[in-house]
Structures are given as structure tokens and as C-alpha cells.
């Protein structure tokens, strides 16, 4: 609807419309057309032109220019009804195809709704600077800086979508010009060679080169064009006009584009959802106060998130995922821990008793899944952008938390409660960062339940997880496909590998074992340091899964589960 008002809303106003022997209030452009044009003799030329009347100028009848144009600006006003429902229709269909292939074919993140909209805000933008650029200025309509936005969906989404909303929105913009044909064909050419001259994403300053490159390419495509339709095209002529010159204007539109969207890279990396590098790199700085809070009072799920960092990201770069974000969100997923940290068995020091023991399993459950929402909460207090939050209120999906589920019914579930009572609060992955997570939460925990530290074993148990996961249906909407799944497997077994693969026993522990033997300190410090903090890691609710796996399928789990570090605490 608004579009449709912008693309009708001058020709509504009266005074804005065209009088001979008067200032045009306006910018009057005629398409490039052809026309039959008689000759005073008997001839006929066959012409093709594109006429231009700038604000301003005072229109006169014996100028055959202004004839044309106030001929074509006069059918234009007082549209009718069928005009403007034709025009509402075109774009009304531009905006659904683009919604069903963001939403059905899309990458993960342009399924999400605020992504969409955020697409289709800054599409609508630039459809009213080009009707601006249009009607006030007396620059040629080639300047139309579009390739900004293809460029900004490069850096921040992927290229094929880069080429979809392109081609719509050079639709939407050459439809303010009746489809003028060389406008379309710049445009389109022009967006989709920035996007692929844009070739190293990860360095937006090459958006600048992009931009003018694509300028070049397209002032070559318009001369293409206009030789195929005129049979010659002389450059010279063209550059005359200067700021109206179409030629000069496919070139300053690609270099005013590449500008552009350097400029306002994060303004849009925003709102396209995304998060711009630097306030990712920022995020897990450690000194930053959110990660200082949870070190603090938190620390054995610190140092979960911290082990689960590496995995993600590792395995999020390997299927090409966005490995930077997927790292951060390891850091804060389970920040609301920190609001009641010995409800979860990490954070208990070695011999202290469990809550959840006085408690009864329901309210135990309830006391778990709060960490979902309250970490969603302090995020978004502490001004974390939206993408990262995502994790928080992701990473265990929908999932029942079976342990105290199980534990209620053994105890015969007294309060008559619903399996879905035990149900986290939160929602399943809708990207493939926050699937990884997921995965990675249940798996590095899993890993350390492996000894010794076997490829085979860390691939099946990596496999059995994703399995576990797929049938609970908690990957549905993530948009992980079967190779990103054979990937992920491949590669997280092999980080996982080379991360156990250094644990090899000194003397003093192959002759007592670990049990009861001691370092021979203190030559051995450091490294006997290392050894207790690995045996002392803390099991995260993850290993509650994991147990919980052993017990439903006890001949198809490859893992060699160890019981708790703390038999008194019960696994969240
Ligand atoms: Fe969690
Ligand atoms: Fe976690």
C-alpha cells in the first residue's frame, strides 16, 4: 500500500501536474520509447527516445520535448482506479514471491520474521529515494544508487538471496518509470555483479570496489543495450549531458552505491538482523561485565560455555555457518544461570549437597527451565543485540527434561501432571548457528564420558545425538540439511579428537593409577593442575541427557557414560 502511494501519490496532487508557460513543479521523465514521427514531407522516421523535463523548467508549446512530456505527465494524473489496483498488484505479487522464497528457500536467518521485515523496510526505502531522486532532481534516473542493497544482503545474508532481492527491487523501481527496458536491465546487471564482485565478504571495505566495478560493467550493459535497440550509440553524445547523462549515471550509481552501503553497513547489518563483526568481536572480549558476572558467579558454567565455544565454532565455520556469532552465543547461552547457579550440578563445589534433593521434581524443573528465560531477560537488559539472545532462549529448544520427568513418575506422580509440565519454555532453533549449539550443548558434555578418547566413539556418539535430536523434532526449523549434519559429525569428531588427543598419563599415574596416587610435586605441578581440573570438570545439564540416552537404549549407546563427579547432586 505504501508503495503503491508512492508511486501515484505526485500525479494525485494537482498542483503538481504541468502547465505551458509555467515552472514544471516536477521532474517530468518519459521512458525510453520509440515513436513514429512524420516528417513535413512525406517521410516517416522511426525514433527512439527518453525525454527529460527538469523542476523548473517553464514549459513551452513550440518545444516538441515539452510536448512530449506534458502529453505523457497528462494521462498520468488523476489515475484510475484500475491503474491503481494494477499497480498495488505488481507490487503485492514482488513482495510474496520474495516472502515465500525468504521463508521456504532462504538461508536460516531470513526465515525469521524481523529479518524479513527488515528486508522489505530497507527494499522500501530505497523505492522512495529513487521516486525522490525522480521527481526532484535533475540527475539521470541511472543514478539510482540500488546495488547498495544486493551488496548489504552479500555481507549479511548470501548471495543468492543478494540476487533475488535485487531483481525485485529493480522491478519495483523501473516500474516508477513504465518498466523503461535500459533501466531494468542496468539495474539488474548492475546489483548483480556488485554482489559478485564482492568477494571476500568478511571485508566490507571491498563493497566500495564492488560498487564501482559493477558501475563500469553496467555502463557497458547499457551500451550493449542501446546499440541493440538503435542499431548505434555515440558515448560523446551521451556525456554531453552531464548529470543526465545515462552513461555517466551507470557509472556514479555503482560507485554512489558502494558508498553507500559502506556507510550505513551496520545501520543495515541491523536491520537485516544480523550483528555487525565488531560488536560480535566486542562480545567476547571477557572483560566484558555480562561474561565477568557468569565467571563470577557461575564459574563451572563458564567453563562449559568456554568449551563449548571452540566446538561450535569449528563446527559452525565448517558448513559455512556464521562461526563468529555461533562462538558468542556459546559465551552467553546460559547466562541465567547465574541468577540461582547451584540448581545446576556444575556450579557445586566437590561434596556440597543439591537443591533439587529437598525439592520436589517439578519444582526442580521449574527451577531449571527458568535459566532459558531469565538468561533471554539479562541479555536483553544488557543491550545484547537480538541474534545473540536467540541462543539463550533456543538451546534447548522444546525438549522435556527427562530426568525429573522420569523422576515423577517413578515417584507416581502425585500432582497429576503433563509430560509437557517438564517442557522447556523456549522455542526450536530457527537457524543453523542455534541448531549447532543445541547439538554442541548435549555433545561436549558427552565427550568427556568417552575414555579413552576414540574417533569411532566420538563420531557415534555425535551422530546419536543428532539422531535424538531429529526424532524429537527439535531440528525441524533450523534448516540444517543432511550434508550439514554429515559435516558437523565429521568435524566435531575430529576437533574433539584433537582436543583429548594430548592426555597421555605420566609415570606416576600409570604405576597407582589416578585414584589415591599423588604428583610428584612440585616438578609436576603444572601439569598435574591440568589433569585435576580435567578430572574435576564439571558435568552440565547436557550429561543429564546423556544418561538419560544410556538409560532408554542401553545396546545402541557407544558412549562409556561415568556416573556424576558429585554422586549427591542430582543432574539438572
Ligand atoms: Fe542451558
Ligand atoms: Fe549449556
Same mark, same amino acid.
Given at each position: 500500500?505504501?508503495?503503491?502511494?508512492?508511486?501515484?501519490?505526485?500525479?494525485?496532487?494537482?498542483?503538481?501536474?504541468?502547465?505551458?508557460?509555467?515552472?514544471?513543479?516536477? %521532474?517530468?521523465?518519459?521512458?525510453?520509447?520509440?515513436?513514429?514521427?512524420?516528417?513535413?514531407?512525406?517521410?516517416?522516421?522511426?525514433?527512439?527516445?527518453?525525454?527529460?523535463?527538469?523542476?523548473?523548467?517553464?514549459?513551452?508549446?513550440?518545444?516538441?520535448?515539452?510536448?512530449?512530456?506534458?502529453?505523457?505527465?497528462?494521462?498520468?494524473?488523476?489515475?484510475?482506479?484500475?491503474?491503481?489496483?494494477?499497480?498495488?498488484?505488481?507490487?503485492?505479487?514482488?513482495?510474496?514471491?520474495?516472502?515465500?522464497?525468504?521463508?521456504?528457500?532462504?538461508?536460516?536467518?531470513?526465515?525469521?520474521? !524481523?529479518?524479513?521485515?527488515?528486508?522489505?523496510?530497507?527494499?522500501?526505502?530505497?523505492?522512495?529515494?529513487?521516486?525522490?531522486?525522480?521527481?526532484?532532481?535533475?540527475?539521470?534516473?541511472?543514478?539510482?544508487?540500488?546495488?547498495?542493497?544486493?551488496?548489504?544482503?552479500?555481507?549479511?545474508?548470501?548471495?543468492?538471496?543478494?540476487?533475488?532481492?535485487?531483481?525485485?527491487?529493480?522491478?519495483?523501481? @523501473?516500474?516508477?518509470?513504465?518498466?523503461?527496458?535500459?533501466?531494468?536491465? +542496468?539495474?539488474?546487471?548492475?546489483?548483480?555483479?556488485?554482489?559478485?564482485?564482492?568477494?571476500?565478504?568478511?571485508?566490507?571495505?571491498?563493497?566500495?570496489?564492488?560498487?564501482?566495478?559493477?558501475?563500469?560493467?553496467?555502463?557497458?550493459?547499457?551500451?550493449?543495450?542501446?546499440? +541493440?535497440?538503435?542499431?548505434?550509440?555515440?558515448?560523446?553524445?551521451?556525456?554531453?549531458? /552531464?548529470?543526465?547523462?545515462?552513461?555517466?549515471?551507470?557509472?556514479?550509481?555503482?560507485?554512489?552505491?558502494?558508498?553507500?552501503?559502506?556507510?550505513? !553497513?551496520?545501520?543495515?547489518?541491523?536491520?537485516?538482523?544480523?550483528?555487525?563483526?565488531?560488536?560480535?568481536? =566486542?562480545?567476547?572480549?571477557?572483560?566484558?561485565?555480562?561474561?565477568?558476572?557468569?565467571?563470577?558467579?557461575?564459574?563451572?558454567?563458564?567453563?562449559?560455555?568456554?568449551?563449548?565455544?571452540?566446538? @561450535?565454532?569449528?563446527?559452525?565455520?565448517?558448513?559455512?555457518?556464521?562461526?563468529?556469532?555461533?562462538?558468542?552465543?556459546?559465551?552467553?547461552?546460559?547466562?541465567?544461570?547465574?541468577?540461582?547457579?547451584?540448581?545446576?550440578?556444575?556450579?557445586?563445589?566437590?561434596?556440597?549437597?543439591?537443591?533439587?534433593?529437598?525439592?520436589?521434581?517439578?519444582?526442580?524443573?521449574?527451577?531449571?527451565?527458568?535459566? +532459558?528465560?531469565? /538468561? @533471554?531477560?539479562?541479555?536483553?537488559?544488557?543491550?545484547?543485540?537480538?541474534?545473540?539472545?536467540?541462543?539463550?532462549?533456543?538451546?534447548?529448544?522444546? =525438549?522435556?527434561?527427562?530426568?525429573?520427568?522420569?523422576?515423577?513418575?517413578?515417584?507416581?506422580?502425585?500432582?497429576?501432571?503433563?509430560?509437557?509440565?517438564?517442557?522447556?519454555?523456549?522455542?526450536?532453533? =530457527?537457524?543453523?548457528?542455534?541448531?549447532?549449539?543445541?547439538?554442541?550443548?548435549?555433545?561436549?558434555?558427552?565427550?568427556?564420558?568417552?575414555?579413552?578418547?576414540?574417533?569411532?566413539?566420538?563420531?557415534?556418539?555425535?551422530?546419536?545425538?543428532?539422531?535424538?535430536?531429529?526424532?524429537?523434532?527439535?531440528?525441524?526449523?533450523?534448516?540444517?540439511?543432511?550434508?550439514?549434519?554429515?559435516?558437523?559429525?565429521?568435524?566435531?569428531?575430529?576437533?574433539?579428537?584433537?582436543?583429548?588427543?594430548?592426555?597421555?598419563?605420566?609415570?606416576?599415574?600409570?604405576?597407582?593409577?589416578?585414584?589415591?596416587?599423588?604428583?610428584?610435586?612440585?616438578?609436576? %605441578?603444572?601439569?598435574?593442575?591440568?589433569?585435576?581440573?580435567?578430572?574435576?570438570?564439571?558435568?552440565?545439564?547436557?550429561?543429564?541427557?546423556?544418561?538419560?540416552?544410556?538409560?532408554?537404549?542401553?545396546?545402541?549407546?557407544? %558412549?562409556?557414560?561415568?556416573?556424576?563427579?558429585?554422586? =549427591?547432586?542430582?543432574?539438572?
Amino acid at each position: 500500500m505504501l508503495l503503491t502511494l508512492v508511486h501515484i501519490g505526485d500525479t494525485m496532487i494537482p498542483q503538481l501536474g504541468p502547465h505551458f508557460g509555467q515552472p514544471v513543479p516536477i %521532474t517530468i521523465r518519459v521512458p525510453y520509447a520509440s515513436f513514429i514521427e512524420k516528417g513535413q514531407t512525406a517521410s516517416i522516421g522511426y525514433e527512439h527516445t527518453r525525454v527529460m523535463v527538469t523542476r523548473g523548467t517553464v514549459l513551452d508549446d513550440s518545444n516538441d520535448a515539452h510536448r512530449v512530456a506534458y502529453a505523457f505527465e497528462t494521462t498520468l494524473r488523476e489515475p484510475s482506479r484500475g491503474r491503481v489496483l494494477a499497480i498495488f498488484v505488481v507490487y503485492l505479487i514482488l513482495f510474496l514471491l520474495c516472502a515465500t522464497y525468504l521463508r521456504r528457500f532462504g538461508p536460516s536467518r531470513t526465515r525469521l520474521l !524481523r529479518t524479513q521485515l527488515g528486508l522489505f523496510a530497507t527494499m522500501s526505502v530505497f523505492v522512495i529515494i529513487a521516486k525522490l531522486i525522480l521527481i526532484f532532481t535533475p540527475i539521470s534516473e541511472f543514478w539510482i544508487p540500488l546495488a547498495a542493497v544486493p551488496l548489504w544482503c552479500t555481507f549479511a545474508l548470501e548471495r543468492r538471496t543478494a540476487f533475488l532481492i535485487n531483481v525485485m527491487l529493480a522491478f519495483m523501481t @523501473a516500474s516508477l518509470l513504465m518498466f523503461d527496458l535500459p533501466l531494468l536491465t +542496468v539495474l539488474i546487471t548492475r546489483g548483480i555483479a556488485a554482489s559478485l564482485l564482492f568477494i571476500h565478504r568478511k571485508h566490507p571495505r571491498e563493497m566500495l570496489f564492488a560498487g564501482a566495478a559493477a558501475g563500469v560493467v553496467a555502463a557497458v550493459v547499457y551500451t550493449a543495450v542501446l546499440t +541493440v535497440f538503435e542499431g548505434r550509440f555515440d558515448p560523446s553524445r551521451d556525456l554531453d549531458l /552531464g548529470l543526465a547523462s545515462p552513461l555517466a549515471g551507470c557509472v556514479a550509481g555503482g560507485v554512489l552505491a558502494g558508498l553507500i552501503a559502506q556507510i550505513f !553497513r551496520q545501520l543495515a547489518e541491523r536491520a537485516l538482523g544480523s550483528v555487525s563483526r565488531d560488536r560480535l568481536i =566486542q562480545l567476547t572480549d571477557l572483560e566484558e561485565p555480562l561474561l565477568q558476572k557468569m565467571a563470577k558467579e557461575a564459574p563451572g558454567s563458564w567453563e562449559h560455555a568456554r568449551a563449548m565455544a571452540n566446538l @561450535a565454532e569449528a563446527a559452525s565455520s565448517a558448513i559455512g555457518a556464521d562461526a563468529l556469532l555461533t562462538r558468542v552465543g556459546a559465551y552467553y547461552h546460559d547466562l541465567g544461570k547465574t541468577i540461582q547457579p547451584k540448581y545446576f550440578v556444575e556450579n557445586l563445589l566437590p561434596g556440597e549437597r543439591s537443591p533439587h534433593d529437598e525439592l520436589d521434581p517439578d519444582v526442580s524443573a521449574d527451577a531449571i527451565m527458568a535459566h +532459558v528465560v531469565q /538468561g @533471554a531477560k539479562i541479555l536483553r537488559e544488557g543491550r545484547v543485540p537480538e541474534p545473540v539472545v536467540e541462543f539463550a532462549y533456543t538451546h534447548h529448544g522444546t =525438549q522435556v527434561i527427562e530426568y525429573f520427568w522420569h523422576k515423577c513418575k517413578e515417584r507416581g506422580n502425585p500432582k497429576k501432571l503433563a509430560e509437557d509440565f517438564f517442557r522447556y519454555p523456549g522455542m526450536k532453533p =530457527q537457524t543453523k548457528e542455534t541448531a549447532i549449539l543445541m547439538l554442541v550443548d548435549s555433545i561436549e558434555a558427552a565427550s568427556r564420558t568417552i575414555q579413552p578418547p576414540d574417533r569411532g566413539k566420538f563420531e557415534e556418539m555425535i551422530q546419536r545425538v543428532i539422531f535424538t535430536k531429529l526424532k524429537s523434532g527439535q531440528l525441524d526449523e533450523c534448516g540444517l540439511t543432511l550434508e550439514d549434519m554429515r559435516i558437523l559429525a565429521l568435524k566435531m569428531s575430529d576437533t574433539l579428537v584433537n582436543m583429548f588427543h594430548g592426555r597421555i598419563k605420566y609415570p606416576w599415574q600409570e604405576k597407582g593409577g589416578d585414584k589415591g596416587s599423588k604428583p610428584p610435586a612440585p616438578k609436576a %605441578t603444572e601439569k598435574s593442575g591440568e589433569k585435576s581440573t580435567k578430572s574435576a570438570e564439571p558435568a552440565t545439564e547436557t550429561k543429564t541427557e546423556a544418561r538419560e540416552e544410556k538409560k532408554s537404549e542401553p545396546k545402541s549407546d557407544p %558412549t562409556e557414560v561415568k556416573p556424576p563427579r558429585n554422586p =549427591q547432586s542430582k543432574p539438572n
